[in-house]
């Protein structure tokens, strides 16, 4: 559905700005014969086409503005077709008022083809053909009798070629058989190129389907590798925090060693599982979160880490509506992630903000800190999995290079989007710092 | 020390569980264990506890979470009406709620516990968290 709409959209607009061009060009086309060649053309006629094609043009831009794809999705096709058929149509005229037969320009027909061969089905398009082979030949079939008036462009000469028989009868097969090729090419690539499409696409579906299963596959390790873990990390705790007797200086030294490691792999361990849950989620529950108290609470969780740092933590609320479709673990824990990061990385006695601002589309998060800061050489392979910068493995050896992983992953879930500025504006030169934007779509407040 | 309150410990982790006796029993409570599901509905309904520490993925991947959702069931016949009140504390070694995604389809109850808590917690945090259950005023 959304790739239909996005093709749709994509395929209209197209239309739009060429119908743009075509205008551009034949007012140039006809100032640069009527005044520099002094031909004599019927300019009413032609800027009547022109302001018709114009206001044509025009709905459509207004139309696209104003509808929502679902409106027109069951005649969508239809909407292309006519377009087409009306713009072929204006075509025949501009080539009617200026020579008919005569002009050249007539080869303007073989483009209307090709795109319409691109566009629209096979059997779509051979009707589209058929449509301007009629109208071509009626136009230089009807100029032949007199029946309609023939504009001279071209030939002012006692036998004009408009109505010399050899000469219509060479240009209609000619044109009509050039139509015809050029359909039978552009359907044929087009066909090949929507075939090569569809196998890429199954190779992809096929690549995301073993990517999912990997995912459980991790996933379901790390459950496992989970629980042997935490007994032994709960074991030594037990010994350490005294219940089994006093230990000896030296053992409890040995087994707070052991635990760094046990913590480090526990941590691993979450993050692998998290990062591979997300994986496997295709859609998860979104539900209306008003981020302005649920950034609050979250933040209550980083009181002894700050005050530990001695790290003034800012939180900047918004005013307005920050009402998002979220599903409220995810949310924080992509907002846990950022700033246990901005935390980690940044100096004592340094600044960690979080800005939040309503805005009537989206809502923006801003995450930043004054501490080491991402070159931006590897701003975007942060997000990378177990991708740790040289600065950040220097500045804290323990990590797991999957929190930002987690974060974009957990971000793409909620359409949500991250930009990283480092340095930011928010400090003055002599600081680096990280800055991470997050914007959410926004939905209506909720009472 | 006198006793204080019955905990049931169901997980089918006899070292932990042996753990959590070691860390309780320490701290004056009653610990009744309980290495499955099955077995732990038999013991509360036996036992009587106080609070029950929950492990989530025993021998079957949802066992835990089938113990909480019989004891809280809706349902007024169901056998384990008069203990729907026991406070029930997920332990377990799932880091995120949303790893439950198994058993999203529940709806916005489908997890009916008091608190869920991440393996491997320490021994304080344990206690505390017992006790701000069990005596709310703590």
Known sequence: ?447 | MPVKNKILIIDDNADLRENYRTILESHGFKVIEAENGVEGLQKVKQDTPDLIILDVMMNDLTEGFHVAQTLRSKSTDSEYNEYKNIPIMILSSIHKKYDFHFDRDVGTEWLPVDIFLNKPLEPDVLIKKINEILNPEY
């Open chain 1, 1 to 447: 559905m959304e790739k239909l709409e996005k093709q749709f959209q994509k395929h209209v607009k197209w239309l739009i700005h060429i119908r743009w061009g075509w205008i551009v060009f034949v007012s140039l086309a006809i100032i640069t014969f009527h005044q520099i060649f002094s031909i004599d053309l019927p300019i009413l006629q032609l800027i009547i086409l022109l302001f018709v094609l114009g206001i044509y043009n025009l709905t459509f831009v207004l139309l696209m503005r104003k509808l929502t794809f679902k409106k027109f999705e069951k005649f969508a096709s239809l909407l292309i077709r006519s377009q087409l058929f009306i713009d072929f149509l204006l075509l025949a005229l501009f080539l009617h008022y200026t020579g008919g037969i005569e002009n050249p320009i007539a080869i303007y027909f073989i483009f209307h083809v090709i795109m319409s061969s691109f566009l629209l089905n096979k059997n779509y398009a051979y009707q589209h053909t058929i449509f301007g082979v009629l109208l071509f030949i009626s136009i230089a079939l009807l100029e032949y009798f007199s029946v309609i008036p023939h504009y001279p462009v071209f030939d002012y000469t006692q036998n004009p070629l408009f109505t010399n028989t050899f000469y219509v009868i060479c240009v209609l097969l000619a044109f009509s058989s050039a139509l015809f090729f050029a359909t039978f090419m552009g359907t044929t690539i087009s066909g090949e190129i929507k075939r090569k499409d569809k196998i890429l696409e199954k190779a992809n579906k096929v690549l995301q389907e073993q990517d999912k299963i990997k995912s459980e596959y991790v996933l379901m390790i790390s459950h496992d590798l989970h629980e042997p873990i935490a007994t032994v990390q709960n074991c030594i705790q037990i010994v350490l925090d005294g219940y089994c007797g006093n230990c000896d200086p030296g053992v409890t030294q040995t087994l707070k060693r052991a635990t760094k490691w046990t913590d480090k792999m526990i941590h691993l361990i979450r993050d692998l599982a998290s990062l591979s849950n997300l994986n496997v989620m295709v859609s998860i529950n979104l539900e209306p979160l008003c981020i302005n108290k649920t950034i609050t609470n979250i933040l209550k969780d980083f009181d002894q880490q700050t005050s530990q740092k001695s790290i003034n933590l800012k939180y900047k609320k918004s005013s307005r509506n920050t009402w998002i479709a979220a599903d409220k673990e995810i949310f924080s824990h992509i907002l846990t992630n950022l700033i246990s990061n901005a935390i980690k990385y940044t100096p004592e006695n340094g600044t960690i903000g979080i800005d939040l601002s309503g805005h009537k589309t989206k809502v923006l998060l801003e995450i930043w800190d004054t501490g080491i800061g991402i070159p931006a050489k590897y701003q975007e392979k942060v997000f990378q999995d177990f991708f740790r910068t040289p600065d950040a493995i220097k500045y804290e050896k323990d990590g797991t290079g999957l929190g930002l992983s987690i974060v974009k992953l957990g971000l793409s879930l909620h359409n949500a989007k991250i930009k990283i500025k480092s340095p930011h504006d928010k400090l003055p030169k002599l600081h680096t710092g990280t800055s991470f934007i997050l914007e959410f779509p926004a939905i209506k407040e909720i009472e």
